[in-house]
């Protein structure tokens, strides 16, 4: 548990554009947990009790619940950080089954999964490993983008 930072300006563009009545901060934050809540759903991560809040005075995401594996945690924290205009990640989830957490990778511009994965493992044939443990975050290999944080996973 504890705070994982991500880039404000990178990620899906889940909050939409601003109301013509500006709305509380309340509601903001309110409306900003609901599609988080949904982009986490819509990844099929399983999750008992997950709670999602939003400060967007402080564009934190706090995570709640507990999560099946110590993999599909980690997904939901990149699913619930790699969302525009969310800067860092609260880890509040539980694990039924423990195992090694894994590292996080901001990717920068000339990244591509082989370079990451020859950085973290001595391989970049290694690549397919990275891939999976964001999966299904991204479709392809050859579609990461500076800003987005991805998980890599411990040695194979």
């Known amino acids: ?5 991500f880039i404000k300006e990178a990620g899906e563009k889940l909050f939409g554009s601003a109301p013509a009545a500006a709305p509380s901060a309340d509601e903001v934050n309110q409306k900003a947990a609901d599609a988080i809540v949904a982009y986490v759903r819509a990844q099929n991560l399983s999750v008992d009790g997950l709670g999602v809040t939003f400060d967007s005075a402080t564009h934190t995401v706090t995570v709640t619940g507990t999560a099946p594996d110590q993999a599909t945690k980690e997904k939901i ?10 800067d860092k990640v609260d880890d ?3 694990v039924t ?6 590292q996080f990778h901001t990717v920068v511009a000339g990244d591509n999964l082989w370079k990451i994965a020859e950085k973290y493992y001595g391989s970049g044939a290694k690549n397919d490993v990275i891939f999976q443990a964001n999966t299904p975050m991204l479709k392809s290999p050859d579609k990461i983008y500076p800003g ?5 996973p411990p040695q194979p």
């Open 77 to 86: 924290l990149v699913a619930a950080g790699n969302v525009q205009n969310v």
């Open 97 to 102: 089954a423990p195992a090694p957490a894994a």
């Open 1 to 5: 548990m504890g705070i994982l930072n």
């Open 148 to 152: 987005q944080v991805l998980v890599i």
């Open 92 to 94: 509040q989830l539980s």
